[in-house]
């Protein structure tokens, strides 16, 4: 955005599974706030499905709870083929989780 400070790049680990499940769920470790967490999500699906915006778009985003666990859930679609997939983030200990 401009105007902005330019931030000093943070560290983002992956953990967990491979997100195509609830119980396989992503966890993004240094995310300082929702906007790296999300950007940190579309890098993660990226690594999968090639650039956002090129091979890829988000068809929906939205939280999720599985127990007390809270998630990221998003579907994106394949420009060229039209299939959807989901990917879950566990975002239940982020600093960006909507309920802290």
Known sequence: VEGDQPR???EIEYRG????????????VGARDQKEGVVAEYEFISRNHGKK????????QSLGREGEKVFDIV???IIETGL?????????DCAWNPDE
């Open 8 to 10: 000093k790049k943070t």
């Open 17 to 28: 599974g491979n997100g195509e499940t609830f119980e396989q769920a992503v966890i993004i």
């Open 53 to 60: 915006g090129k091979k890829w778009k988000v068809a929906a």
């Open 75 to 77: 579907e994106i679609e």
């Open 84 to 92: 959807r997939f989901f990917y879950y983030f566990d975002i239940s």
